[in-house]
């Protein structure tokens, strides 16, 4: 047997650290966005979950149930990003009836079994929180035209949307949510030249409840 041939010539070895590097680099520039978009995503689906458990909890158990959407509140920060849903009836309204608001159920969340506590990462969330209110934001909401609406420029004066499901599982209304994510931007910039962040938009069928989730996608 011969060894003659055996190895690799400095040339060879000179493409392969070449190729090595290349491929490297392209993870480390690449790493950030596939984390910040794949976080955004995770956010997303848990949220369509939930909403999808409080419709299937609501006609499983005769139920009308709530879930709530807290947008934004600039002087309580536990306010911002989080929404919260019901395992049974009138459970939220149970806690108020306690003497229990919304920001100590939110902190407490134990002592309230029937009531889930949804927080997003804190670069994840909707985009009124966040500040941005032109593009596709402009007009998103759930219920009817008189409803408050995420990515509005005038403040919401409760700070919170509230949605349910009825007994028979069908929504109070139609309408659709933006999640973006502050790290996952996009192509579309603003009337400053900054790049927007992709958003991920979850819709709510009226009548039939059917929820969906479009994205992530450029801004409009």
């Known amino acids: 047997m011969s060894y003659k041939n055996i190895g690799f010539s400095l040339i060879e ?5 070449a190729i090595l590097t290349i491929i490297s680099m392209g993870v480390v520039y690449l790493s950030p966005t596939l984390i910040a978009s794949q976080n955004l995503k995770n956010s ?3 949220l369509v979950n939930d909403i999808r458990e ?5 006609r499983a158990q005769l139920e009308k149930l709530k879930i709530n959407f807290y947008v934004y509140n600039p002087s309580t920060p536990e306010l911002n990003n989080v929404y919260v849903y019901e395992l049974r009836k009138d459970a939220i309204q149970k806690a108020y009836n306690q003497g229990k608001d919304i920001v100590y159920i939110i902190n407490h969340p134990g002592e309230f079994p029937n009531i889930v506590v949804r927080k997003f990462n804190k670069n994840i969330g909707f985009p009124y929180a966040f500040g941005y209110t ?3 934001a402009t007009d998103d909401g759930l219920g009817s035209a008189n409803s408050v609406v995420f990515g509005n420029q005038s403040s919401p004066t409760s700070y ?7 007994e028979w599982g069908n929504p109070s209304a139609g309408g ?3 999640l973006i994510s502050k790290n996952y931007l996009g192509k579309t910039k603003d009337a400053r030249g900054n790049l927007l962040p992709k958003v991920i938009t979850i819709y709510i069928t009226p009548a039939t409840g059917r929820v969906r ?3 992530p996608r450029d801004w409009k």
């Open 160 to 166: 919170y949307v509230s949605f349910s499901f009825n």
């Open 13 to 17: 070895l000179i493409v392969v650290v």
């Open 44 to 46: 997303a689906w848990q």
């Open 134 to 136: 032109k593009g596709i």
């Open 213 to 215: 989730m479009i994205g």
């Open 54 to 58: 409080v419709q299937e909890r609501a």
């Open 176 to 178: 659709h949510i933006n």
